[in-house]
């Protein structure tokens, strides 16, 4: 089978690239290996790129990506960005366009950074890109921030579709909803077809399967099962999570406000945070507990990227000649 070279953009931890990298396993279940090599990897966040570094054993260039790109001579930052990949992958950084968030878009530097994507696919020339973002982006600007962004990508020759997908459609045990925009080179690639949901509604994944082993085993027991100490305020994420039910939306920024186990003893550990999260039990999350998890809040879930990265490499492999 032919092997497709990708470059990640925004990788955080690597949940999107531990999704298309497969070979890992989640709740007793074998996720497998695709035949996607990581070509370039890239993320601001220090504490993310060691982690990331440490479990995949793969170089990531941290640094500011738009300062990559304006590194004419490429000597900055090593490895140099590559001329040419298959794949880019990109969950642009989301919180200026969150519900959760103040929703600023398009006048924060941060929600512009899709454009450094698009000049990253201007100069790589993939055959697919796959960005990633919340639901929020559906809504922002009264629907006004998602068409530029897919009229922005579409002028470089690409056919667009976007989808919003639940996380728990495809066993991850968390109510998460997010856009996945993927894009075909248009005279080489026909328009995607996203996968269909494997789970119904009744059929989600409740805590109690996902993390319900943890509740009795002591603080550091196992890898990365610390708790946030804050105390209980009116803030958001002091609500409990129940155990009959995924949960909730991991979320990146909660300043210690991660919700209570549904024992309404503690909050959840960063370990449980994972996952519910769906990474699997061997990744473990660099330097501490605060910074666990912002990790785990920006990524995506690796069992819903692997998902959505199995039905490329089927797309890529049936079209691609």
């Not at 396993?25 to 993320?43: G, Q, R, T, V």
């Not at 009116?234 to 919700?259: A, D, F, L, Y």
């Amino acid at each position: 089978m032919k092997k497709y070279s990708v470059l990640s953009l925004f990788a955080g931890c690597g949940g999107l690239d531990l999704g298309f990298k497969g070979d890992f396993s989640f709740l007793n279940k074998k996720y497998a290996k695709h035949n996607f090599d990581l070509a370039w990897a890239n993320d601001i966040d220090e504490n993310a790129c060691v982690t990331f570094r440490k479990y995949f054993n793969q170089e990531i260039v941290c640094g500011d990506i738009t300062k990559i790109l304006a590194d004419k001579h490429a000597r900055m930052f090593d490895p140099p960005l590559p001329k040419k990949v298959d794949i880019v992958l990109g969950g642009f950084p989301c919180q200026d366009f969150s519900h959760a968030g103040k929703r600023r878009g398009f006048e924060s530097t941060r929600g512009l950074l899709y454009q450094s994507m698009i000049e990253v696919i201007k100069r790589t020339k993939p055959v697919l890109f796959v960005a990633e973002n919340v639901k929020g982006l559906l809504t922002m600007n009264d629907g006004g921030a998602i068409a530029t962004i897919i009229k922005d990508f579409k002028k470089l020759k690409y056919n667009v579709e976007y989808k919003l997908l639940t996380a728990a459609d495809y066993g991850v045990p968390q109510i998460r909803e997010r856009v996945v925009i993927v894009g075909t080179k248009k005279g080489i690639l026909p328009p995607f077809e996203y996968p269909k949901p494997i789970l119904e509604k009744k059929n989600w994944v409740p805590l109690k399967k996902a993390i319900g082993d943890l509740e009795e085993k002591k603080e550091g027991e196992v890898a990365n099962h610390y708790w946030s100490k804050a105390k209980k305020n009116n803030g958001q994420g002091n609500n409990k999570v129940s155990s009959e039910k995924p949960g909730p939306t991991m979320r990146t920024e909660h300043h210690g406000n991660i919700e209570f186990h549904w024992n309404g003893k503690r909050r959840l550990s960063a370990r449980e945070a994972a996952r519910i999260q769906s990474f699997p039990d061997d990744f473990i999350f660099y330097p501490s507990t605060s910074a666990a998890y912002k990790q785990i809040g920006n990524a995506v879930p690796p069992v819903l990227a692997w998902h959505v990265a199995s039905a490329i490499e089927k797309f890529l492999n049936e079209h691609l000649k």
